[in-house]
């Protein structure tokens, strides 16, 4: 065998390996469809997403997730009120006004934050935040929406902070050099500069730390109540999908309707992080583009 | 020309004399200190209160005997080495696959529609919610290719999920190897794989290995993957082959906490076992946290 040809093979061989992602990500559509979609066959589709009852076990058995879809929505978006200023401010911090020293402790705090298993996070929420939530607001229960975002929060502000740094970091020197010369102090080169330069590198960190706690399942499981209801208050205990998923795919007996229903969850939740991420993939990509050459 | 009187009754309309201007920078500089120290302050104060909790529970005898008496007393041995064969695995499916199409990228595409695909997949394949991972591992392992709840599929799930945080770790190490290394290698007539794998990797492995490792860490403390693949409420034995049923820490803690009558009792485990957890996770990251400032320190180019 030629040199040339041995090149040509080992690159061929490189290049079927990358597939794999590609190839694991069609896998996982293959999978959730196949024990997900005979659901369907019992309900609509229309039923299921929009139903209002999820009795899974009851006879006869009513799967409606909408109660779950809206546990998920409000909780991701109570977390992400809290988690996008920390995130962003964080990351300004790091990226423009930090000496170097505190720079380096953050970003591996940050680092070692975003490294915390999430069944830690768990647990945290619901031994130390729920009892004592329960306690001073006097609740019912401490198990609810606002501590589950507290602690969603948490788990989101890394993937914001880190990726806002980046954009942040990116934006050219001489913007703000010709900002500067201008008469700008450092506040209003900041956010008339470049806050705007780095928009789009923020909203993809904003998009994909929402996608985060969309999908997050521990921290949901273990601290959002699990009341599969429609929530009334933000004291109110939900049952967010992920959460569903995990606490009961474990008592749902092998291709019932039950787990199949569970599938067809986790379709809907793989279908809302998927649409979160190709928004996130396509403002980042058109953000490269523009960068250092909008000049 | 607008004299310096004009412009000071302009400012002071619009509101912007300059020491104005620096109060309003100085509350703003204050805000962004207070965001990051609250980050701070929660990691520190989460670990200073699971340490301060679980350090009573760590003995010689919780880290290597058994649970007993329906897991109200006892150790977590079989959860810990549960976690370790678990880690074990999902790296050494991870890892590989993950460097092969990190060097196809960096090295061998160029920009076209393929690579773009590629990119999108790696990227979508990142930002999976752990539990579908697990209805992944459930429907595609256990039940189709009919592993079962076992070390395997675990592993394989896992592997899976942690591929593409170490193909981005792995990518960024080998951007960081100087162009010119490549060519003074070509120049000297050495074939494009020789120099890949006789220049490049081993330049870019220091970076890979700990850039990997904020990865591995992530393996090991995931419970949403393995609930339905390979987690066990207890085992009996030890498992005997990857085709056995394991414990492992995120899901014992998970047990302890939410299951059966004895949780308030069994407080003082669970803490210790978090404590366990996260001495595992955290040492791995801040050991490569400490590598990697190290390596970089010490770069030759």
Known sequence: MSRSQKEKLIKSVFFIFSLISVIILGLIVFSLFREGLPIFKKTSVYDFIFGMEWYPTADPPLFGIFPLIVGSVVVTFFATLIAVPLGVLSAVYISEIAPRAIKEILKSSIELLAGLPSVVLGFFGMVVVAPWMQETF?????????????????????????????????????????????????????????????????????????????????????????????????????????????????????????????????????????????????????????????? | ???????????????????????????????????????????????????????????????????????????????????????????????????????????????????????????????????????????????????????????????????????????????????????ASLALGVSKWQTIFRIVLPNALPGILTGSILGIGRAAGETAPIMFTAAAFFTAKLPGSIFDEVMALPYHIYVLATAGTHIEETRPLQFGTVLVLIALVLGIDLIAIIIRGYVRKQKRW
């Open chain 1, 138 to 295: 006097d609740l019912p229960t401490g198990l609810n929406i606002v501590n589950a975002a507290v602690i969603l929060a948490i788990m989101a502000v890394p993937t914001i902070s880190s990726i806002a740094e980046d954009a942040l970091y990116a934006v050219p020197r001489e913007f703000k050099e010709a900002s500067y010369a201008l008469g700008a102090t450092k506040l209003e080169t900041i956010i008339q500069v470049v806050l705007p330069a780095a928009l789009s590198g923020i909203l993809t960190a904003i998009i994909l730390g929402m996608s985060r706690a969309i999908g997050e399942t521990m921290v949901v499981l273990m601290v959002a109540g699990g009341a599969a209801a429609l929530p009334e208050s933000i004291f109110d205990s939900v049952r967010p999908m992920p959460a569903s998923i995990a606490a009961e795919m474990g008592e749902a007996p092998y291709r019932s309707l039950h787990y199949q229903a569970l599938f067809a969850t986790g379709i809907v939740l793989f279908l809302m992080t998927m649409i979160f991420n190709l928004i996130a993939e396509h403002v980042s990509h058109k953000f490269r583009q523009t960068a250092s050459g909008s000049l």
């Open chain 2, 1 to 183: 020309m607008i004299d310096r009187k004009e412009m000071n009754a302009i400012d002071k309309k619009q509101n912007k004399s300059l020491p104005w201007r620096y109060r309003r920078q100085k509350i703003f500089f204050g805000a962004v200190k207070l965001s990051a120290l609250i980050i701070v302050l929660a990691l520190g104060g989460l670990v200073f209160y699971v340490v301060s909790n679980g350090l009573g529970a760590i003995s010689w005898e919780f880290i290597t005997r058994p649970p007993t008496d329906a897991m109200t007393k006892g150790g977590i041995m079989p959860a810990i080495l549960g976690t370790l064969y678990l880690t074990i695995g999902a790296v050494a499916v991870g890892l590989p696959l993950g460097i092969i199409s990190a060097v196809f990228l960096t090295e061998y595409a160029r920009q076209g529609k393929v690579i773009r695909l590629i990119k999108v997949g790696i990227n979508c394949l990142a930002g999976v919610p752990s539990v579908v991972f697990g209805l992944f591992g459930l429907g595609f392992f256990v039940v189709f290719l009919e592993f079962g709840s076992s070390i395997l599929a675990g592993s394989l799930t896992l592997g899976f999920l942690i591929m593409p945080t170490i193909i981005g770790a792995a990518e960024e190490a080998l951007k960081a190897v100087p162009q010119t290394f490549r060519e």
